[in-house]
Every structure is written in structure tokens, then in C-alpha cells.
């Protein structure tokens, strides 16, 4: 047997007090695609950092082909043939393709002979491994797929053996998350190494050999997938048991509450990017929007949230609401009992640099019972914050802390308990997990589930296509600013969706009961 | 108007211009590679001062612009510290050192030369002298034919009046500074290092996952804008004037960093811009032109501030988009 293309021993790396990894060993086969899942803040990226020179062990020996290797910074991890993607891009936005996969990597001191160098290599690149791009392009015009392809061609480029991608398919849609599998395929076929970090089981149960499960800084368990099962990952990534499908009795629906009717949204580039939709949503039920990004389905929600303009009829529980001017603001839509569970919760959910309890009343510090004569009545609201962030189990149940230092999937419960306890007629929730641990996933699930069992209208948008099956009880398909069709979840599978949301209606190779009055605006 | 008029308006503005241009290509390095530096005036300031002192107790122009330079540099490694080393908030920096400067040049210049804060004039070879190029009409033809220099141009053809009075007859330096602009265009855009420069300021973690030292390459463009800052306060002192007086770069480091943002960060560009507000500045010292041209007479005070209402102006208006490097003025702080 060979020697294994990575071997780390005992890695311990402490950041203050938190331990992020605890004596952490893994041995990485040649030739393989190696898995490592866990929570968020598990330790998966540290471990990651410390074998690209990110970071420094506190303890611990790294191995490359058997050879014992220190890896101060990033150049000697370079050297030894590491290649990392990371989960955020490291390019320089205003260069060109090339010119990024140069950097650092340049021949000689003048940039015209590296260039010319780098352009018939990338070319060999393009044509072995399938990845193609344009190398004068501007990085900043590319896709997100096509932005991460660069990143894999920069470590080939400067002969990577062993790639590292974190978290690569969290920003890509699902074709372009299928086509980096495929590429990935094809790099392990050349014998290239591939460690991929990622939260999400289906990939690690679709495209690796062997997972090895990471929990609160300890490696607990290396198996090899063809050998495990996703309940049972699930489990040891968070240490119970973990339902994987939502638990749900069908459902009721009663009144329509949102009526949308013949919506058109232009973006302030003057693009169209909402083509006349028509759509319903009655009390008691969740309508999921699925698409791929970008096809109109952000838009939608920024003009039901009131934070975009647009034209058309909306009523509300039969009261029409303005989609300009005055009175088409986020206060408006939450007077006519509207939530809105933002897709970015980063930037429109949430203040990050403000505490949790200020953060759980935003929006809603106008009310009364917030108020205290002229002051705003700060204790109330932080006791308040104590029981919603203890009903929504955020973890750590701190109200005082500022909303950046909390995880992905513990900011979400706090925008959700902002807005789901505001008890409104519709909730509309965009991207409800999108970087949301597992356990958080069940938990966020369950309490909109929760909130259309008493008789709420939701409006679901998510680009995760299990989500929107699972969750949904009708299913709307958007594609280019047009809605599709319309779909049962009982009666239509993933092929027909996916159809659907590569813009092609006719599906009736692979399922029955297309809603025929949909169809008409494609 | 006469032809000569607008001519001798041009050379002036290439005079006046030359500081400008220093500092805004001592800038332009330094914000390419995401530090900010409103400090470029304390530099000129420091410059100016130390290399008319240099220049007045050696009588050499050359050492006292390498005494400018050197003091320039010790007042960019003290930016260089305080912003990448110790990652502190660039702007307060940069105030600081404009402080130091505007202080620490009076009093020592007091304490040195004891006339009120400035140097006593430079004479001879402790200035920079007017290059005379082959063929113009200059100060020796003057002499030669026992006749003012101003009388022979102004019989002259146009083009030997273009020849002589605007491209001929400036001091070495301005001919460096139109040589910096072209090797700042070079370094930029056709080295290794100008790449790895220009990515540092848009990206730094780019740089850095990539194996490049993001602090050395800093440092590398902060100690060019010391030197560059070095050359634009050596002029003034030993070129543009005779010595040191206190607060003479007035305002022009902050005029520079108008310009840059005006020529959005490009060498060429920056060369107009400060052209342009090197013109401004020439119109003060030609309130004849300015009564003839628009046929009133204009306050001499109103003139003088007419460079710094002008950049106001354009800044506010005329520039349209100006996108500065992405990662100005923040600390690197590596973070997975």
C-alpha cells in the first residue's frame, strides 16, 4: 500500500479558550476524494487552515507522501503540492482570469512571458480536466461556478496533488454544484487527492470514497461511505439522533390570504427580472418557489417584503397594498401582517454588529409595549429577547452578544423568533437554511411547519430543492421572471422540477398533473 | 493674448505641476496597495525642509534632495508601522504625521538657522539649476547675444517660443517626474510586482493565500510613496524656491490626493490631473491673462483660492465614478 497523500497526528489548535481542534488525526488515500463533515464550527475549516499554513498548530505532526512537513504559511503548503478553494474566493475581482491564476506564481519579473505562459497552460488545463473559461475574462463579469473553476485552475496551475475545497457547492446552484462534481471526478481519475469540507450529506454520501465526521473540534469517526448511511452521519456529526425528513400531517388550507397578480419587478439596471407572475397563497399552507438563483425569485420577495418597487395587483386578506411609494416599505407590509424572513440575513435580517436583543426588535421598536414615556423600554425588550432566544433554543442563549458572533444556523432562529412571534398572516422566508447546521435545519423546519399548523400563510423561496419538497404543500417553479408550473409535491420528483427550472415546460415524459393555467406566462 | 502669454501660462502650470505630480504618483503607490496616505503633506513638508538644510551647509542640490528623501522615508516607515504593522486606523496616521511635519520643521529650522522658522536662501549649486536642451533659446544664448532672454523669445518663432519656454528650461526634476509617470505606468502594469501591488490593494488575502507576503509588499509601496513624497518637497525647496519657509507645501499633499482620486488611481491620468490643477495655480500668478480674458479685474485673494475651490469643484462634480482600490485603508488581518 502506499504511503497516504496526507497524514496529520494528534493536530490540537486552540483559539483563547474555545478548542477548536482536539488531537485530531486523519490519514488521506491517494487518489481518493475524502470527505469531512460537520457542524459549522465543528472544526473542519480550522483543521483545513492549519494544513495550508493558514494557522499554526499547537501540537501536532503533519505528514505529505509519507514525508514529515512543516507548513509555516501558505507558500511551503503550496510547495508541497496543496491546493486550496476556498469557501470564499481569494480572487482579485478586477483582474482577468489570468492574471489571477499568475499571482503569486509568476516567471521572472516581467508579466508579458508569464502571461503567454500561463494562457497555453491554462489551455492544457482546460482541455485534461474539462475546465473551461475564458482567460481574459474579468472575474468580477464570471458566474459564481464558473469564479470557483478559477480558483481549482490556480492550484493546478501551480501543481497542486492534493485539493482542498471548503464548503465549494454553498454558493453554487445545483447544475453548477453537479458540473464541480463531475470535475472533481475527473481530477481523481488523474490521481489527484481531493479533501472536501462540507455540512451537506448528500454530496458526501454522492461523491466521496470515505468521510471522516468531525464534532466540536474532535474527529469521531472515519468510514468509508460506501459503508455508512446519512442517518447515521447525521447522528455522529451531532450526537443524536436527527430526523432528515419533516414531520408533517397534510394540509388545511383555508382563505387566501396573499393573491399576486400579473407582478413585474425591473432591477435597478432597468433588467426585468419579475415577467408577470400570478400566484395564491392560502391560510394554513406553505407555497415553495423553487429556482435557481437569479431567476426572479429574490425580487419577488424584496417587492412582498417592501423593499423593492413593482407593478401589478397584490392583495393582502382582500385589502390591495401599494408596490410604490408611500406605504411600500418593510412598516407597511409588517402593519398588514407580513413577515419577512430575508434570504441574506447577513445584510437585511440582521445588524451584525448589534446584539441579539436589539436584534429581535427591529422593525418592530416602534411598537407600544416597547416603549417606556420617550425611552424605549431596553429592559423589557432584553427580557423579552432571554425568552425568545430561549423558545428558539439559540445557542448560546446570550442576549448581550453581538449577532456576528453567532453561528449561521443560531442568527437565523433569532431573525425567525423576531418574526415568526410577531405572529403574522403570511411569513415569507427566503433561504431559510442556507448555511445552517443540521441540527438547526430540523429545528427552523419544524417551527415554520409549526407555524402553518395554526392557520399561517407561508411563502417558501429556497434554491434547495429538498428543502422545497419537503416542506412544501404546492410547489411553484420559477424560471427567467416567468412561473413554470405549478406542482403537488406527492406527485412530481426532482427530475421534473429540475426540468421545470431549466425553463422546460414540457414534462410529461416524467410525470402527470401539470397545472395547466400556469404554464401559460412561459 | 498673445500666443507667448498662453505658452509662458502652460510652463508655469508644468512647475507648479511637478510637486503635485510626485506626491499623487507617491499616492497612487501607496493607496494601490491599500494604504491610504493623507500624510503625503507632512512628507513634502519634511522633505522640503531637510533638503534645503542639507542643500544650504553642503551647497549641493543632490544631497539635499537625498536628505529630503531619507527624511521623507523615516516619516513613511512611521506610517508604514503604525498602519501595517500595528494594523492602527490609517487617517489618524497620516493627521498625526501631518502634525509632526508642520511642527517639528519650523521648530527645528528656528532652532537651526535661527530666521523665524525657515532656511536661509540656497544660492548657486544648492539649488537645482534650468536644464537647457540642445537648440533652445536660453539664459547662455541670452548672454552670448548681450540681449534679455525675454526679448529673444518673445521674437521668436511659435515653435522655437514652444521649444524653449515650456519644454526646455525646467530643473532636472520635472523632467524625473514625467520619467516617474512613465516607469510608474511600467512597474504597474507590466511587472510581477506592479500585479502583486495592484492585487494587495484590491485583495490581500488573494495575495496571501497565494504565497505573497501582503506586509512586505506593503511596506515595498509605502517606502516608494516616501521616496516619491521625498522628490515633490526637495523641488519645492531647491527648485521651485529657493529654501525653506514654514507651511510652504500649503495644501498641495491634499491637492495630490484630489488629483489621484480625479485620475482614478492611474499614472497617466494622474499626470493630467495634476497638469490640470498645476494650470489652477498658474492662474494666480497671472491676474494680467485673467482681467484680459474675461475683462474685469479679479481680486488677487480670490485667486489664490481658486486651486482649492476648483478641486472642491471637481471632486464634487466632474468625476464622475471613482472607485478606489477595494481594500484601502483597511488592515490585513488573515481570516480563513
Known sequence: MTAPAIELKGISKAFGPVQANKDISISVQPGTIHGIIGENGAGKSTLMSILYGFYKADAGEIFIKGQKTQIPDSQHAIKAGIGMVFQHFKLVENFTVLENIILGAEDGAMLTTSLGKARKELKHLADEYGLNVDPDAVIENLSVGHQQRVEILKALYRKAEILILDEPTGVLTPAEADQLFRILDRLREEGKTIILITHKLREIMDTTDTVSVMRRGEMTATVKTSETSPEELAELMVGRKVLLRVDKVPATPGKTVLDVKGLRVVDEKGVERVKGIDLTVRAGEILGIAGVAGNGQSELLEVLGGFADGTGVITMNGTEIPLTGQGADGRARRDAGISHVPEDRQREGLIMEYSAWENTVFGYHRDKDHQSGILMDNAGIQAEAQEKMDRFDVRPPNPKLAAKNFSGGNQQKIVLAREIERNPDLLLIGQPTRGVDIGAIEFIHQQVVNLRDQGKAILLVSVELDEIMSLSDRIAVMFDGHIMGERDPAQTNERELGLLMAGITDTSA?????????LNDG | MEFLDIVQLLDTSIRLGTPLLFACLAGLFSERSGVVDIGLEGKMLIAAFFSAAAAFYTGNAWLGLLAGIAASMVLAVIHGLASITFRGNQLI????????????TVLVAQSWFKQGGRTPPLTGNGRFGNVELPFAIGPTEAEAAGRPLSQMIGEAGPIQQLYSELISGHSILVYLGVLAVVATWWILFRTRFGLRLRAVGENPAAVDTAGVSVIQLRYAAVLICGVLC???????????????????????GFIALAALIFAKWRPVYAMWACLLFGFFQALETRPDLIEAVIGMKVQIQLLGALPYILTVVILAGFIGKAIPPKASAEPYIKER
Open chain 1, 510 to 518: 416524467v410525470t402527470n398533473g401539470a397545472s395547466e393555467e400556469a
Open chain 2, 93 to 104: 496616521s497620516g493627521v498625526a504625521i501631518n502634525f509632526l511635519a508642520a511642527g517639528m
Open chain 2, 230 to 252: 521625498g522628490l515633490a518637497g526637495a523641488y519645492m525647496a531647491t527648485s521651485l524656491q529657493a529654501g525653506f519657509v514654514k507651511d510652504m507645501t500649503a495644501g498641495r
